[in-house]
């Protein structure tokens, strides 16, 4: 792919996941692509990713990544953002990260994502306190 290319992929990646548009991204993932984090070290399949964005997109419904560096690799990218959002209590959330990407023909092939649990504390505290009102109903 060409550096062209590798930009159009990380903005039409990042386009999909503002839109909370599911089956974009995973058209955008390659069938067997690999994603892992840091905070879990565990390497999900893109199902199981695309699980967790689905819950991402329920609790943080407006989101906007703001591009902080952007870097085109020989194989993909490297992005620096911080995901920003209004929690469903009025607070305003921000998550700074970073992703390694590797593409081929067009699709991710694996994701490295690289971020501090602690800034992802809120969005997880409203996520349990929406988990244990729904059990209440």
């Not at 503002?18 to 199902?47: M, S």
């Not at 602690?118 to 009102?133: D, E, M, N, T």
Request: with cysteine; proline share 5%; charged share 25%.
């Amino acid at each position: 792919m060409s550096p062209q290319e590798h930009l159009a992929l990380a903005e039409r990646f990042i386009s999909a996941l503002e839109a909370g548009d599911v089956e974009a991204v995973r058209g955008i993932y390659a069938p067997d692509a690999k994603l892992w984090h840091n905070n879990d070290e565990i390497e999900q399949t893109v199902d199981q990713n695309l699980r967790v964005l689905a819950w991402l997109i329920r609790a943080l419904p407006e989101r906007r990544y703001r591009i902080v560096r952007r870097e085109i690799l020989a194989d993909g990218f490297m992005q620096q953002h911080v995901l920003e959002g209004v929690l469903a209590d009025g607070q305003p959330f921000a998550m700074p990260a970073c992703v390694v990407v590797q593409a081929k023909d067009g699709r991710i092939t694996r994701l490295d994502e690289y971020l501090d649990p602690a800034a992802g504390a809120p969005l997880a505290a409203q996520a349990r306190r929406a988990k244990v009102a729904s059990a209440a109903l």
